[in-house]
């Protein structure tokens, strides 16, 4: 089946260490995008990708990093600039908007 | 930019009760519109969208939502509510800006639906 794959679904790090959170997908979409999500806060931007090796800041991209050198991953890192990196991250692809987004399972990142 | 409000953050009813969850939009160009869904402990997944045409869309599980160009304004509606609605509401909105396609979300509803 295709879809979109987040690992690992729990992430434990101390403070001070950059984590990196990866994102698989197997749809052949062009696009890719990273969402944080925090209770009340609802979903928010980090970090999309439209083409491979070309990506664009979202709306609270400080203290995260991306790369996209392959068509399939997406992967982010968390540096140690990000003030309050606890959070739920969402990954997301799609070929075309009018088809919405597909989204992963998420990975649920505990900063102690 | 885009932005999107829900006003609705935590919503409770009983089964068989109808349901409308506000959302409302800035943007005063050409927008999609879509409602997400994210069950306890799943994807989050697509309920509806709308691109043109007829402003009131039928989305999965009963769901429907109507466009109010006017009101900037894209409501859930359900007309009887089961308990495997009890998840998380999420609007969102991708607006035509010439620029790369990206979707602005809500802060979400959390709707708990009682036996």
């Known amino acids: 089946d295709g879809g979109i794959t987040q690992s690992p679904k729990y992430l434990f790090r101390k403070e001070g260490q950059n984590v990196t959170l990866s994102c698989e997908q197997n749809?052949?979409?062009?696009?890719m995008y990273w969402y944080r999500q925090d209770p009340g806060q609802g979903l928010r931007l980090i970090y999309y990708?439209?083409?491979?090796?070309?990506?664009q800041k979202g709306d609270i991209a400080e203290g995260y990093s991306v790369s996209r050198e392959k068509k399939e991953s997406f992967p982010l890192t968390v540096t140690s600039a990000q003030k309050n990196p606890t959070a739920f991250y969402l990954c997301?692809?799609?070929?075309?908007?009018?088809?919405?987004?597909?989204f992963g399972s998420g990975t649920r990142l505990t900063v102690v | 930019a885009q932005s999107v409000s829900q006003h609705n953050h935590h919503v409770i009813l009983s089964e068989a009760a109808s349901l409308e969850l506000g959302c409302n939009y800035s943007?005063?160009?050409?927008?999609?519109l879509f409602w997400y869904v994210q069950y306890p402990g799943q994807h989050l997944q697509l309920l509806l969208k709308y691109f043109s045409g007829d402003p009131l869309v039928k989305g999965i599980k009963g769901f429907e939502a109507e466009f109010i160009k006017s009101k900037f304004s894209f409501n859930l509606r359900k007309p009887s509510v089961q308990w495997s609605d009890t998840a998380e509401y999420f609007c969102a909105v991708n607006a035509h800006t010439g620029t790369a396609s990206k979707l602005t979300f809500g802060t979400g509803t959390r709707l708990q639906v009682t036996l």
């Open positions: 997301a692809s799609t070929r075309d908007s009018f088809y919405g987004y597909t």
């Open positions: 943007y005063g160009g050409t927008v999609n």
């Open positions: 749809l052949n979409h062009d696009a």
């Open positions: 990708s439209q083409i491979v090796n070309d990506f």
